[in-house]
């Protein structure tokens, strides 16, 4: 079956420090890729996404490539700010078949500090 | 443009009880989710609806949990009777059509005692 993995949190980083959040995933088809984040208070919300090998998803400074040699979609920022403080979730849809809910890794919170 | 409304926002109940969850889609969505996010975990996807068809229901615990769709456009999710391990948020999506983006709605947070 699919499956996402995605690095424990919390991650507590200073301002400006560059981030990244780990994610593999596992999938029987080939797989469209997603980040999406919830800040507190509000509902998830779609971050950024990739649907194909090395394409390279982007959105609000984040930045995401797809690569399907490590089966990774790493988060990267390179400046961090207190306003980027939520939770992170890796996600995938597989393809065809017209079913496309959401397969989502555990959730990375992460904390920036003044 | 409004948003995918949700009510109500939180429920407590005994277990063995059972509730219903109401979910409005963004109009002119097609496709609707229901998704269980227990704490410390990722959504899970329990039931997608196509219009007023189910697309794919494997994940929904058939013997306890019940979701339709009868017009196409709003959803109710029940549980009956509820169980301590129910405890959870339970996300509402909506999306155009399969394969777009979904988009979320603030929740329901459930509490079986």
């Known amino acids: 079956g699919n499956s996402v993995t995605q690095m424990e949190g919390p991650v507590t980083l200073s301002e400006e420090a560059f981030l990244t959040i780990n994610c593999t995933y596992t999938?029987?088809?080939?797989?469209?890729l997603f980040w999406y984040v919830q800040y507190p208070g509000e509902g998830l919300q779609l971050l950024l996404k990739?649907?194909?090998?090395?394409d390279k998803g982007s959105n609000k400074g984040f930045e995401a490539t797809y690569r399907k040699e490590t089966t990774s979609f790493h988060l990267e920022k390179g400046s961090v700010q207190v306003s980027d403080s939520a939770v992170y979730f890796c996600?995938?849809?597989?393809?065809?078949?017209?079913?496309?809910?959401?397969?989502f890794g555990k959730g990375t919170h992460l904390i920036i500090q003044p | 443009e409004a948003g995918v409304a949700q009510s109500p926002r939180y429920k407590i109940i005994e277990k063995r009880q059972s509730v219903a969850f109401w979910c409005n889609p963004i109009?002119?969505?097609?496709?609707l989710y229901w998704y269980q996010q227990i704490l410390g975990q990722g959504p899970k996807l329990l039931i997608q609806?196509?219009?007023?068809?189910?697309?794919?229901d494997s994940q929904l615990p058939k013997d306890r949990f019940s979701a339709e769709r009868l017009k196409g456009v709003d959803s109710t999710l029940k549980i009956q009777p509820a169980k301590l391990e129910d405890s959870a948020v339970y996300l509402c999506?909506?999306?155009?059509?399969?394969?777009?983006?979904?988009?979320f709605g603030p929740g329901t947070r459930l509490t079986v005692l």
């Open positions: 999506a909506s999306s155009l059509a399969s394969y777009n983006e979904q988009f």
């Open positions: 999938a029987t088809g080939y797989p469209s």
């Open positions: 990739a649907t194909k090998a090395d």
């Open positions: 996600a995938l849809v597989d393809s065809g078949g017209g079913a496309d809910g959401l397969t």
């Open positions: 109009s002119g969505h097609a496709t």
């Open positions: 609806f196509q219009n007023n068809g189910v697309v794919d």
